[in-house]
């Protein structure tokens, strides 16, 4: 973190629909190796940034280098070194995992051995299982497996705990860390604070199209502390969510 | 940085979709099924199908044991009472099969049979001849009959199969090609599975070519299987053998690519997959109907015949007959095939209007 070499630089991004502005002027730069967090409310333009940086929507003005590469000029350079996870991608219709990893690695150019794509993320056990016939957090395991058959500098995920429970939304949490530490960088959208919290070491908030603060959430949570913020009810020293863990088990529900 | 491998890419995707189509009932059913269902209902059915025109010559003798047993048959229609010019006519059109004249000789009790074929309708006029030959060696006609002339071309022996089969394949291909890679793309598009694929730096044409490539090998082995079960199993007539399969083969390629097409244009005007259906089969029913799948389109009223002949399907059914049945090559059938193309071009044409990524 202490050099802190930009990997992604986005200035003064413009998106424009028909009648409505859904990106308006974001700037920011995404260091190496920083799990970093795009928030705010549904609409705001997360998922239209994202898309627009991963190469799959044309942007209406601004300017986007991802690790050297320009979007307009390289997109093709930039799909080979980054990782995408969509919000709600499918999967080419009755093949099982292996299968599926085989053919995106044809689709990258990429020599793996399928399995080990699969213990990565854990899910070497439901190699000859189709995607359909998955929970929702081995789908969102499985989504991230895709997105590292290319080894990518960077990797992009859009929400990728919604709709997971505490145990999966954990067990996805580590597997990011994971796949962090080993050198990549990561760019995570969410609803869930906690998460942000947990997860990022910057983040975004994203509203109407515009960024709105950026910075770590230990700063950012200071600062609003400072500004004489005080929470209605005294925090405890467990949360609800404690309380669940550590009824439930910590151990992971297929 | 390693170089980036469209061929890799492209076939990845064809052995992708080649197995997603093999596990898919659907496109089995459809490719398989349907065509030897039909083939082994015609193939047991017999002669039902077909039914022969056969003009008899004015001042024909009619009270002779020859014209009676071709009536027994079932499959001719012996048309009388019309002039010696207006058969002619008939004749030229293909409207009537044959002309049959029989006279008793000339001082003998045994009779003459005249048969004349015509161009316009050889397929009919190869039945016929094989009815006669069956009926001369009837034992209570053989005495009576001293001769038979025949004039115009000698025909081989048409069977039901060999109609019924070219027919059920052209539909085969129809149906893969229009059902199946309209279902798949809109499907692929709807599930967001080809925007996965657009964050790899796969192109886009690798995602079609890839996937044609795995439907024609599947219409192509679906093909194999039809052409094998009809000739060992029904005897259908393949008269330069592998040869004569292999120009199949290629026909049906020719056919499912320009089918394929109608597929991408359905993909891009369906709003959601209950759409699909209804729109293919606006597509693949009146081909069903019209091409000369199960009848012979010479047996339309007039007026529905140049709809027919607008039809890609008559052609490839047409030229698939011809190559499987008379043994041509495939220059011999060079207009059905430029046909094809022409359809082809018109209907890549739209779709590459039409078609949509996302």
Same mark, same amino acid.
């Given at each position: 973190?202490?050099?802190?070499?930009?990997?992604?630089?986005?200035? !003064?991004?413009?998106?424009?629909?028909?009648?409505?502005?859904?990106?308006?002027?974001?700037?920011?730069?995404?260091?190496?190796?920083?799990?970093?967090?795009?928030?705010?409310?549904?609409?705001?333009?997360?998922?239209?940034?994202?898309?627009?940086?991963?190469?799959?929507?044309?942007?209406?003005?601004?300017?986007?280098?991802?690790?050297?590469?320009?979007?307009?000029?390289?997109?093709?350079?930039?799909?080979?070194?980054?990782?995408?996870?969509?919000?709600?991608?499918?999967?080419?219709? +009755?093949?099982?995992?292996?299968?599926?990893?085989?053919?995106?690695?044809?689709?990258?150019?990429?020599?793996?051995?399928?399995?080990?794509?699969?213990?990565?993320?854990?899910?070497?056990?439901?190699?000859? &299982?189709?995607?359909?016939?998955?929970?929702?957090?081995?789908?969102?395991?499985?989504?991230?497996?895709?997105?590292?058959?290319?080894?990518?500098?960077?990797?992009?995920?859009?929400?990728?705990?919604?709709?997971?429970?505490?145990?999966?939304?954990?067990?996805?949490?580590?597997?990011?860390?994971?796949?962090?530490? &080993?050198?990549?960088?990561?760019?995570?959208?969410?609803?869930?604070?906690?998460?942000?919290?947990?997860?990022?070491?910057?983040?975004?908030?994203?509203?109407?199209?515009?960024?709105?603060?950026?910075?770590?959430?230990?700063?950012?949570?200071?600062?609003?502390?400072?500004?004489?913020?005080?929470?209605? #009810?005294?925090?405890?020293?467990?949360?609800?969510?404690?309380?669940?863990? !550590?009824?439930?088990?910590?151990?992971?529900?297929? | 940085?390693?170089?980036?491998?469209?061929?890799?890419?492209?076939?990845?995707?064809?052995?992708?979709?080649?197995?997603?189509?093999?596990?898919?009932?659907?496109?089995?059913?459809?490719?398989?099924?349907?065509?030897?269902?039909?083939?082994?209902?015609?193939?047991?059915?017999?002669?039902?199908?077909?039914?022969?025109?056969?003009?008899?010559?004015?001042? =024909?003798?009619?009270? !002779?044991?020859?014209?009676?047993?071709?009536?027994?048959?079932?499959?001719?229609?012996?048309?009388?009472?019309?002039?010696?010019?207006?058969?002619?006519?008939?004749?030229?059109?293909?409207?009537?099969?044959?002309?049959?004249?029989?006279?008793?000789?000339?001082?003998?009790?045994?009779?003459?049979?005249?048969?004349?074929?015509?161009?316009?309708?050889?397929?009919?006029?190869?039945?016929?001849?094989?009815?006669?030959? +069956?009926?001369?060696?009837?034992?209570?006609?053989?005495?009576?009959? =001293?001769?038979?002339?025949?004039?115009?071309?000698?025909?081989?022996?048409?069977?039901?199969?060999?109609?019924?089969?070219?027919?059920?394949?052209?539909?085969?291909?129809?149906?893969?090609?229009?059902?199946?890679?309209?279902?798949?793309?809109?499907?692929?598009?709807?599930?967001?599975?080809?925007?996965?694929?657009? =964050?790899?730096?796969?192109?886009?044409?690798?995602?079609?070519?890839?996937?044609?490539?795995?439907?024609?090998?599947?219409?192509?082995?679906?093909?194999?299987?039809?052409?094998?079960?009809?000739?060992?199993?029904?005897?259908?007539?393949?008269?330069?053998?592998?040869?004569?399969?292999?120009?199949?083969?290629?026909?049906?390629?020719?056919?499912?690519?320009?089918?394929?097409?109608?597929?991408?244009?359905?993909?891009?005007? &369906?709003?959601?997959?209950?759409?699909?259906?209804?729109?293919?089969?606006?597509?693949?029913?009146?081909?069903?109907?019209?091409?000369?799948?199960?009848?012979?389109?010479?047996?339309?009223?007039?007026?529905?015949?140049?709809?027919?002949?607008?039809?890609?399907?008559?052609?490839?059914?047409?030229?698939?007959? #011809?190559?499987?049945?008379?043994?041509?090559?495939?220059?011999?059938?060079?207009?059905?095939?430029?046909?094809?193309?022409?359809?082809?071009?018109?209907?890549? =044409?739209?779709?590459?209007?039409?078609?949509?990524?996302?």
């Amino acid at each position: 973190m202490e050099t802190k070499k930009a990997i992604i630089s986005v200035k !003064n991004l413009v998106k424009k629909y028909d009648d409505f502005v859904a990106v308006q002027g974001l700037s920011f730069e995404v260091y190496e190796h920083e799990i970093f967090g795009l928030l705010g409310p549904n609409g705001a333009g997360k998922t239209t940034t994202l898309e627009i940086i991963e190469t799959l929507r044309d942007k209406t003005s601004g300017e986007i280098i991802v690790d050297g590469f320009s979007v307009d000029k390289q997109p093709q350079d930039i799909k080979q070194i980054i990782g995408v996870q969509l919000q709600a991608a499918g999967y080419y219709p +009755n093949l099982n995992l292996i299968e599926l990893i085989e053919l995106f690695a044809g689709l990258y150019g990429a020599n793996i051995k399928p399995m080990e794509m699969l213990e990565k993320v854990n899910l070497q056990e439901k190699a000859k &299982a189709k995607y359909k016939a998955l929970s929702g957090g081995q789908k969102q395991r499985f989504s991230i497996a895709t997105t590292l058959i290319n080894q990518p500098k960077i990797i992009f995920l859009d929400e990728p705990t919604t709709g997971l429970d505490p145990q999966a939304r954990r067990n996805l949490w580590d597997l990011i860390i994971e796949i962090r530490n &080993a050198g990549t960088t990561v760019v995570i959208t969410t609803h869930y604070m906690d998460e942000a919290e947990q997860l990022c070491d910057r983040v975004a908030f994203v509203e109407r199209g515009q960024i709105i603060a950026l910075d770590t959430p230990d700063n950012l949570i200071d600062k609003l502390v400072s500004s004489g913020f005080e929470r209605k #009810k005294e925090v405890k020293k467990a949360n609800l969510e404690d309380v669940f863990i !550590n009824l439930t088990g910590q151990e992971w529900r297929e | 940085m390693k170089k980036y491998n469209n061929l890799t890419a492209t076939l990845a995707l064809a052995k992708a979709s080649f197995r997603s189509i093999m596990r898919s009932p659907s496109a089995v059913v459809f490719t398989l099924a349907f065509p030897l269902i039909f083939i082994l209902v015609f193939g047991f059915l017999g002669g039902g199908g077909t039914r022969i025109d056969v003009g008899v010559t004015p001042g =024909a003798d009619v009270n !002779n044991p020859v014209m009676g047993m071709l009536e027994k048959t079932g499959m001719i229609r012996l048309v009388k009472d019309k002039s010696k010019a207006e058969f002619d006519k008939l004749l030229e059109k293909g409207n009537v099969d044959a002309m049959i004249d029989v006279h008793r000789k000339v001082n003998s009790t045994a009779y003459s049979v005249n048969v004349v074929y015509t161009s316009a309708s050889r397929d009919k006029g190869g039945i016929l001849k094989s009815v006669l030959n +069956n009926i001369f060696y009837d034992k209570t006609l053989k005495p009576t009959v =001293a001769e038979i002339k025949e004039s115009t071309i000698t025909g081989r022996e048409y069977k039901t199969i060999d109609f019924i089969l070219p027919g059920q394949l052209g539909f085969s291909l129809l149906s893969t090609g229009v059902f199946g890679t309209a279902f798949v793309f809109l499907s692929l598009r709807q599930t967001l599975v080809i925007k996965r694929f657009f =964050a790899t730096p796969v192109r886009r044409s690798s995602i079609v070519i890839g996937e044609g490539i795995a439907r024609i090998g599947f219409a192509l082995i679906g093909a194999l299987f039809i052409i094998l079960i009809g000739h060992f199993f029904f005897g259908f007539t393949l008269v330069h053998g592998a040869l004569t399969v292999v120009n199949m083969l290629i026909l049906a390629t020719l056919g499912v690519i320009v089918f394929m097409g109608f597929g991408f244009i359905i993909s891009g005007i &369906a709003k959601n997959e209950s759409m699909v259906p209804p729109i293919s089969n606006i597509v693949t029913l009146p081909q069903f109907l019209l091409s000369g799948t199960f009848f012979s389109i010479e047996a339309f009223p007039s007026w529905l015949q140049p709809i027919s002949r607008a039809l890609p399907l008559t052609y490839l059914n047409d030229a698939l007959r #011809k190559v499987a049945f008379e043994g041509l090559g495939l220059w011999d059938v060079k207009f059905q095939i430029m046909i094809l193309l022409l359809w082809g071009i018109g209907i890549y =044409a739209v779709a590459v209007k039409v078609f949509k990524w996302e």
